[in-house]
């Protein structure tokens, strides 16, 4: 590999350029990966997307923003947050249509008993 500032072949493991002190492209993508921070809203979003959906759902929608912005991670759990909100929220609604009907149907099941009496 050849350093970018000055031009002189160096190692391929070598953090700096032992000639100028420049951090070499290998240090360079070490150092963007693994000093990623997680976005903290993420986990928020996707602990909330179980106890309180909306909730979850609004954190994680503005955690996928500011991953995108910041250039952060936590992009992965933010998405997850986002999808087990809307599937709850989904399953939520479900069962209140279900529990409407059943309790539509007892009453003019009860109703259709007393007009016969």
């Known amino acids: 590999m050849f350093c970018k500032n000055c031009g002189k072949e160096i190692s391929d493991y070598a953090y700096v350029c032992p000639n100028c ?68 929220m989904c399953i939520v609604l479900l069962y209140i249509i279900i529990v409407f009907a059943v309790a539509g149907s007892l009453v003019s099941s009860l109703s259709l008993a007393t007009t016969v009496l």
């Open 21 to 88: 002190g420049v951090k070499t492209e290998s240090a360079l993508a070490d150092n963007s990966s693994g000093t990623k921070k997680t976005n903290v809203l993420a986990i928020v979003g996707l602990i909330l997307s179980f106890v309180i959906p909306i909730a979850g759902l609004i954190c994680s929608i503005i955690a996928r923003k500011q991953c995108a912005e910041r250039g952060e991670g936590g992009a992965g759990l933010a998405l997850a947050g986002l999808i087990i909100s809307i599937v709850e």
